[in-house]
């Protein structure tokens, strides 16, 4: 009967305008809360036990409870706490290290600001954009002989197969990349965010490729997730 009422209510509140139909629902709230509010009149508590010594054990055993979940809670937030104190960590060493970069370009710019009425100004720029030139000729010759000694001396599986896994059905899942690939990926991830420098193994990756970098010392993974790695900092 209850049930019917409130849904005749609500029934007419959708025909009336929305200052009644606020007036409907409330007065269906206060309807609700009255109709509790005469259950807890009418009930009477259940005594557990009347024994001293057995309130006493249940008590103890409830605050045996709370504790226990207290201290979960307490090692969970610590140990988000530790989480984002390293974070914050690696952020304010990458705003410190911007910083200083911006620094030193300001003064570059001052610099050449005050000496852009000496005629060897415009010399010294020029020697420098050869420089760069020449170190970008360098750079791309140096990655192609890396590239050659790395194809030659660490192909992927499928150059290396003999005639008879070569002529079997099964294809390959996924393209896997080259040991130059995963090189220039770690350097650039590193030099583009220092203060993340992470990337992360995906099946693309052989597997070979990875322990070696790591045996060699080249690339360090994540104290924490075993499914990224970073290029070793030899330039500290």
């Known amino acids: 009967m209850e049930e019917c009422q409130s849904k005749l209510m609500l029934l007419g509140a959708e025909t009336v305008a929305p200052?009644?139909?606020?007036?409907?629902?409330?007065?269906?709230?206060?309807?609700?809360?009255?109709?509790?509010?005469?259950?807890?009149?009418?009930?009477?508590?259940?005594?557990?036990?009347?024994?001293?010594?057995?309130?006493?054990?249940?008590?103890k055993e409830e605050l045996q409870k709370v504790?226990?979940?207290?201290?979960?809670?307490?090692?969970?937030?610590?140990?988000?706490?530790?989480?984002?104190?390293?974070?914050?960590?690696?952020?304010?060493?990458?705003?410190?290290?911007?910083?200083?970069?911006?620094?030193?370009?300001?003064?570059?710019?001052?610099?050449?600001?005050?000496?852009?009425?000496?005629?060897?100004?415009?010399?010294?720029?020029?020697?420098?954009?050869?420089?760069?030139?020449?170190?970008?000729t360098f750079r791309k010759e140096l990655l192609t002989a890396l590239g050659g000694f790395l194809d030659e001396y660490f192909p992927l599986p499928e150059r290396s197969e003999n005639i008879k896994k070569k002529n079997s059905s099964a294809e390959p899942v996924v393209e896997l990349i080259t040991l130059q690939e995963i090189l220039e990926m770690l350097?650039?991830?590193?030099?583009?965010?220092?203060?993340e420098p992470y990337i992360t193994i995906n099946e693309s990756f052989w597997p070979p490729y990875i322990e070696l970098l790591l045996r060699c010392g080249m690339a360090l993974r994540h104290p924490e997730d075993p499914n990224r790695m970073r290029l070793q900092a030899f330039h500290k």
């Open 187 to 195: 350097i650039n991830t590193l030099m583009a965010t220092p203060h």
């Open 67 to 136: 504790k226990n979940d207290l201290e979960t809670m307490l090692s969970t937030v610590q140990s988000k706490n530790k989480h984002l104190e390293e974070d914050l960590k690696r952020e304010q060493q990458w705003y410190e290290e911007q910083k200083q970069m911006l620094e030193t370009l300001n003064k570059i710019e001052e610099e050449v600001n005050t000496q852009d009425e000496h005629p060897s100004t415009k010399r010294e720029l020029n020697e420098l954009e050869t420089k760069v030139l020449k170190l970008k």
């Open 19 to 59: 200052s009644d139909a606020k007036l409907y629902l409330l007065m269906l709230q206060w309807k609700a809360l009255t109709v509790d509010f005469n259950q807890w009149q009418t009930r009477n508590p259940e005594l557990i036990s009347t024994n001293p010594d057995v309130l006493l054990e249940l008590g």
